[in-house]
């Protein structure tokens, strides 16, 4: 099945810019979808299709996706965005449907 | 704002059974497929399994396929996750979440809190 591998952990001072990939076999022919999860709480939808921010979510968070790698992209980060980050995309097929999400990255603001 | 409140967690023997329920509130319940995707402790996430908004379609991971069955009561606004033949590594914190639209690819867009399934003896 469709495997997404990210980097365990992503370091940053704040105010900096946060980069965290995604890197999947073409994974620019899918839709990427990125979810931030803080200890004990349920994840959020950060970004979607791609590049798509859902209502609530700052401008600081964007994203993007060619090729064999799709990258989360935090600029300015703040403390309040130290987290778990987790890539996800949609599986199908003629013999299967599935989701499937990456290891996930924690993000540290030092 | 969107509400999912999952319950029926506990400690359960392996091989026993376990029925979760996710009673969701503040918009059309029948109008979205809805997910469950769990977290085994310190883990990362992994999908379990969808239904569609009228429950005629189903797909699950393949570590659940055979033991979990997942189903919806559009009356009462609720999925369930029916767990049988439990093992060990299905101990996780068990969350539903709503699919934006149709099932078919769009991101999780509300989640609840979860609730957390030990299997242990």
């Known amino acids: 099945s469709y495997v997404l591998t990210q980097p365990p952990s992503v370091s940053v001072a704040p105010g900096q810019t946060a980069r965290i990939t995604c890197a999947g076999n073409n994974i620019g022919s899918k839709s990427v979808h990125w979810y931030q999860q803080k200890p004990g709480q349920a994840p959020v939808l950060v970004v979607y299709d791609d590049s798509d921010r859902p209502s609530g979510i700052p401008e600081r968070f964007s994203g993007s996706n060619s090729g064999n790698t799709a990258t989360l992209t935090i600029s300015r980060v703040e403390a309040g965005d130290e987290a778990d980050y987790y890539c996800q995309v949609w599986e199908s097929s003629t013999d299967l449907t599935h989701w499937v999400f990456g290891g996930g990255t924690k993000l540290t603001v030092l | 704002q969107v509400q999912l409140v999952e319950s029926g967690g506990g400690v359960v023997q392996p091989g026993g059974s376990l029925r979760l329920s996710c009673a969701a509130s503040r918009f059309s319940f029948s109008t979205y497929a809805m997910h469950w995707v769990r977290q085994a402790p310190g883990k990362g996430l992994e999908w379990v399994a969808v239904?569609?908004?009228?429950?005629?379609?189903?797909y699950y991971a393949d570590s659940v396929k055979g033991r979990f069955t997942i189903s919806r009561d559009n009356s009462k606004n609720t999925v369930y996750l029916q767990m049988k033949s439990l093992r060990a590594n299905d101990t996780a914190v068990y969350y539903c979440?709503?699919?934006?639209?149709?099932?078919?690819?769009?991101?999780?867009?509300?989640w609840g809190q979860g609730t957390l399934v030990t299997v242990s003896s």
């Open positions: 239904i569609s908004y009228d429950g005629n379609n189903k």
């Open positions: 979440a709503r699919d934006r639209d149709t099932g078919s690819g769009s991101p999780f867009d509300y």
